[in-house]
């Protein structure tokens, strides 16, 4: 049965099968995030993110016991200051949602967020990352947050590509699935859109001739990154501009996605804020 707890006031819920908990902890499956489109958050930082990102969250999940970050009992007073309600649960009901080891003590139920390609208008951005049937949700939350890391739009999904919102991905993304767009759409509607607004679309491939470094990148890129066993289709690879290579000299035939992904991101970035240096270099020249 739900208790009052002496320090708020609010209705403290401490048991598991409480209908709201069990809610709550339908969003582990992907069925259930498909048909309410909301998705469940853990944590101090990726909630504090989402706080401060505006996101559109249904509701607070605090363990009174288990909350003793003064940075995380800010986030709430924040969030209630902003309008945002709060269900307080036992440590036991916590961790019945929880996936970590180490429970913080606060989660969020929050509503997910798609764009379609038709309403994006590609502008300065850095780079989208395209992703083709990817099936691992902790690569897609690494690659959401070198994403934000560099600056990046977001990434666009195609194929049969893994939940955004799982909650590996959701994890793996350290609060960033809230700063980065995601699309997802076919092959056909990307090279419409690309083509629409002259986008450039490099592909990444152990058989491209062209070294990753060798590549100018003018942003925005859209970079394509394949599946973790079978890495970009034919008809993708030729969908595309360009493709690239990382070279390796190991015994290792190939890299993790993510660490790709990242890898490739990080000489788009470098690439661009050595142009922005020569920019700002000869500008000041002509101001003197």
């Not at 945002?84 to 440590?91: H, M, N, Y």
């Not at 429970?103 to 850095?126: F, H, M, N, S, Y």
Request: hydrophobic share 40%; with cysteine; aromatic share 4%.
């Amino acid at each position: 049965m739900p208790t009052v707890h002496p320090l708020t006031d609010l209705m403290l819920i401490s048991s598991p099968s409480n209908p709201r908990i069990k809610q709550i902890r339908a969003l582990s499956q992907r069925k259930t995030r498909r048909e309410t489109g909301l998705f469940f958050v853990e944590g101090i930082r990726p909630v504090a993110e989402a706080v401060a990102l505006q996101a559109d969250i249904d509701i607070l999940i605090v363990a009174p016991e288990l909350l003793r970050s003064d940075f995380g009992q800010e986030t709430v007073r924040t969030a209630d200051q902003v309008g945002i309600s709060t269900l307080e649960v036992s440590e036991t009901v916590f961790q019945t949602l929880s996936r970590k080891d180490g429970p913080q003590g606060l989660g969020a139920v929050v509503r997910q967020r798609w764009e379609t390609l038709e309403a994006v208008q590609p502008g300065d951005e850095l780079a989208w990352v395209v992703l083709e049937d990817v099936q691992n949700p902790g690569n897609l939350g690494s690659i959401l947050r070198t994403c934000d890391a560099v600056g990046a739009a977001g990434i666009i999904l195609l194929g049969d590509t893994t939940d955004p919102y799982d909650p590996a991905a959701v994890r793996s993304s350290m609060g960033a699935i809230f700063s980065q767009r995601l699309i997802r759409a076919t092959l056909d509607a990307l090279i419409t859109w690309k083509q629409q607004h002259h986008l450039t679309m490099i592909g990444a491939s152990d058989s491209a001739e062209i070294d990753y470094q060798a590549m100018p990148y003018g942003p925005p890129i859209l970079l394509c990154m394949g599946s973790e066993q079978h890495g970009l289709s034919d008809t993708h690879t030729a969908a595309c501009d360009d493709t690239v290579r990382i070279p390796m000299v190991g015994r290792s035939d190939s890299l993790n996605l993510a660490v790709a992904t990242s890898v490739i991101l990080y000489e788009i970035f470098n690439k661009w804020r050595a142009n922005e240096q020569i920019r700002q270099s000869e500008n000041h020249q002509i101001t003197k």
